[in-house]
């Protein structure tokens, strides 16, 4: 399945799209073997960087206008953890899960759409692990 679906609205180059699923993820290995996936997806990368400031930065514009619980609901946190490759892959999964319950409920009354951004990374991206450091390897 793609990113992208077409409406069947517009015509030529004036065509509109949206997106295929209400979420979305993928393993940037998976895409590296092709150079315009891979281009692709560090355009798409970015702009979600973008996307997220813009509208996060949005909602911190208005939210004093929102009701308190609404406030007092939404919000930005953040944690470290010390974990593997496959650690992080379980705790994405697991994360994902329990998103997922959501997007399959029915909407209660009050309800209002959110978006919930997940970002994992190294905290020092510039210290990058030599191969003996790989999980399953025997270091010294």
């Given at each position: 399945m793609g990113l992208v679906a077409d409406t069947g609205e517009g015509t030529g180059k004036q065509r509109l799209w949206r997106a295929a699923t209400s979420s979305h993820s993928w393993e940037r290995t998976e895409l590296?073997?092709?150079?315009?996936?891979?281009?692709a997806?560090?355009?798409l990368e970015r702009d979600y960087l973008r996307l997220f400031s813009t509208d996060f930065g949005h909602w911190l514009d208005v939210a004093?206008?929102?009701p308190d619980e609404w406030q007092d609901a939404a919000g930005m946190g953040d944690?470290?953890?010390?974990v593997t490759p496959d650690q992080l892959k379980a705790l994405r999964r697991e994360l994902q899960e329990?998103?997922?319950r959501y997007l399959?409920?029915?909407p209660q009354p009050g309800a209002r759409?959110?978006?919930?951004?997940?970002?994992?990374f190294p905290l020092?991206?510039?210290?990058?692990?030599?191969?003996?450091d790989a999980p399953g390897t025997d270091a010294p």
């Open positions: 590296s073997h092709d150079e315009d996936a891979a281009t997806l560090g355009w004093e206008s929102w944690v470290w953890v010390t329990v998103l997922d399959d409920a029915e759409r959110v978006t919930f951004w997940q970002a994992a020092e991206p510039d210290e990058i692990p030599a191969d003996d």
